[in-house]
């Protein structure tokens, strides 16, 4: 009788390492000593000591052994989600050093995967040189108290709640949280393109000013905190969704500016991946893809540098760019 799960887990939570998970999960997933220090870059000497460590550790048979492999015991396969829910927190919080195939190196170790969607800011140009596709623009953030129902009334009169924002350059946005707090964000042309974060709380608190001139009877709303933060924003602010023709297990999800954003290219790509996606939905490729026009080319960026290149293509986007893509439909009174 082997011991129960949650002897077994909180023997695994309080001496158990990294590598130790790793090859817990590939063993069970390969069934091969040999195929798992292979996918795992270690030897199989490695893997055979890290598992007698493993059951020595936790007193219990983890693998019968036959001539084909190894085969998960019965505790064993209850430690497995566990372990897959271990392995996750760790990997969500390391960086990402180097990809190679199908696999992503972070420091503590490795995952592969027959797809990978790599939807992040402030990629670096050693994973990708789509890097040089995005400008890590600066913004400020800053949330309110509660608003009263009145408040809320007089704000979405409609009682729809929408996230909201102005045709400024640099746009001034807001939204309501779960808890009716108002959240207000923006910043000025000259600190947005900054080839350096800048932190100061004049510029957010210029946004909130204007911001009140539209809406009055927001003037004694306190607004009670504040921080700066940079997005990837792209040359005409829509995102890019690529697959690189040499690495077609591989999406980059870039310049998501924005929760509706990133929601939509977040689903947009995983639905291609899983094959749920129709051929009519397939074609926002082309709309999303680093090789449609841009007013500006990106090799002019080695002349006059990101923050002028950047803000000149997000200015002729704002302002002047037509979806020639698209054919739309005029409607009586419309107009």
């Not at 220090?37 to 000497?45: D, F, K, L, Y």
């Not at 015991?73 to 990997?91: K, M, S, W």
């Not at 180097?98 to 992503?104: G, K, P, Q, S, W």
Request: charged share 20%; net charge positive; aromatic share 10%.
């Amino acid at each position: 009788m082997h011991p129960s799960a949650t002897a077994l887990l909180n023997r695994l939570l309080v001496r158990g390492k990294f590598r130790h998970i790793q090859v817990l999960l590939k063993l069970a997933e390969l069934g091969s000593i040999q195929r798992t220090a292979e996918s795992i870059g270690t030897t199989q000497s490695a893997v055979t000591q890290t598992l007698a460590y493993l059951e020595q550790m936790l007193e219990t048979p983890l693998f019968h052994r036959h001539a084909r492999g190894v085969q998960p015991t019965l505790a064993c396969i209850e430690l497995l989600p566990v372990g897959r829910q271990l392995l996750e927190g760790l990997f969500e919080s390391a960086e990402v050093i180097r990809l190679e195939d199908h696999t992503a190196f972070t420091r503590g170790g490795s995952v592969t995967a027959d797809h990978t969607i790599i939807a992040v800011d402030k990629l670096k140009g050693d994973i990708s040189p789509l890097a040089d596709e995005v400008f890590h623009a600066q913004t400020f953030l800053s949330i309110s108290e509660p608003l009263t129902d009145k408040d809320l009334v007089r704000l979405f009169p409609s009682g729809k709640q929408m996230q909201c924002w102005d045709s400024k350059l640099v746009y001034t946005y807001f939204r309501l949280t779960g808890d009716n707090r108002l959240l207000v964000g923006g910043g000025t042309a000259i600190t947005t393109y900054l080839k350096e974060a800048y932190n100061n709380h004049r510029i957010i608190s210029r946004v909130i000013r204007q911001f009140k001139k539209h809406f009055p009877f927001l003037e004694d709303l306190a607004f009670i905190q504040f921080w700066p933060g940079l997005i990837d924003a792209t040359r005409d602010l829509l995102p890019i969704i690529v697959r690189p023709p040499d690495q077609p297990h591989l999406h980059f999800v870039l310049g998501s500016v924005g929760l509706p954003w990133a929601a939509f290219t977040g689903g947009f790509a995983a639905r291609n991946v899983l094959g749920e996606a129709d051929e009519d939905y397939k074609k926002y490729y082309r709309y999303f893809s680093n090789r449609r026009h841009f007013v500006l080319p990106s090799g002019l960026v080695k002349i006059i540098g990101k923050p002028l290149m950047f803000s000149l293509s997000n200015g002729w986007a704002k302002f002047y760019q037509v979806d020639h893509h698209r054919k739309h439909e005029e409607k009586k009174g419309e107009f």
